[in-house]
């Protein structure tokens, strides 16, 4: 175990989520035969921050993972950033590396005369099977990370504080990012580790990521503009967040391992984590609950379901549908 912030082991095994604190919210159906079903976590809290509805244990901690690159945007700003539009919201993505994702990133580096060489991020090559195929070879400026990383390296720049070092969980950047996090979610954090881009990784419940979106939406309306306005920037055109963002005018972040989180822009916040990983379900899983709640219309729910769940196919015929439950 490793971390800034870190409960003894006995006290995180009662902390995390477990396999029994998973619930069935959703099956995949094929031919009349219940071919898979997707277990999870989720919560929906009110604008006061109250959680309202949930699916299995929504106090258990999980890993947010990517899903709260807003929240660390607010620290950037909070910092000095100061930047708009698409430019913003490639601090707070997982781009595929399309020329438009790369062509920010740049952006936001020349901003504060910073070149790919100051990423920290791991290499890569664009996820963008298009953008994939024009690659040369794999570049930090690739990552899906590097947007975030771009914004950590500007703000510390504009702030003073040091570049090399802007991973550390100690750096006054992160520490503005924990106290982001806490301040969002309501809760204190309880442990840290390390993401796969290299940045820390605070542990948080999933009622606590709702409500992290959930004020997101309500206290920081340059962000949600910037990113309801330039979904594509947050992903792909075709990522689950990007047609949430698109389609409904919400903010929503997919995460690793399984997590979505979104908000609606009167601040009601919903996050959801999939037991197996999987992210076939989250997006679905979600809409459900806004439709449950009439956040949304019985039109917009069938509408965007159908663009987010995975087509069963046998040829070219559909022959089943994932349902939820």
Known sequence: MTGLVSTDKQTLDLLAAKSSDYVE????????????????????????????????????????????????????????????GAALTITSASHQATPMHTQLVLEVLN???????????????????????????????????????????????IAGFALDSYLDETHPLQLMVREVIEEFSGEH????TIDGCGAPLHALTVEGLARSFGKLAQTEPEIVS????????????????AILMRELGVISKLGAEGVLALATREGYGLAV?????????????????????????????????????????????????????
């Open 25 to 84: 919210a959703a099956e995949l159906v094929r031919g009349g035969i219940v071919e898979s079903r997707h277990r999870a976590i989720a919560a929906v809290t009110d604008p006061s921050g109250k959680l309202i509805d949930h699916l299995g244990s929504a106090k258990r901690v999980v890993y947010p993972r990517s899903a709260v690159k807003p929240l660390q945007t607010v620290a950037m700003r909070r910092a000095g950033l100061d930047l708009t």
């Open 189 to 192: 954090i309880v442990h840290t």
């Open 111 to 157: 901003s504060v005369n910073l070149g790919v060489d100051a990423l920290q991020c791991p290499t890569a090559l664009p996820s963008n099977l298009a953008a994939r195929a024009a690659a040369q070879a794999p570049s930090r400026l690739f990552f899906n990370c590097s947007g975030k990383h771009a914004g950590f390296l500007a703000a510390s720049k």
């Open 226 to 241: 910037a990113m309801i306005e330039n979904p594509a920037v947050i992903g792909d055109e075709n990522t689950a967040d």
């Open 273 to 325: 984590k999939i037991a197996d990983g999987s992210h076939r379900a989250s997006a679905p899983i979600l809409l459900g609950l806004l439709r449950k709640h009439e956040l949304i219309s019985a039109d917009e729910f069938e509408r965007v379901f159908d663009l987010v769940a995975p087509a069963v196919l046998g040829g070219d015929r559909v022959v089943g549908e994932l349902r939820l439950l």
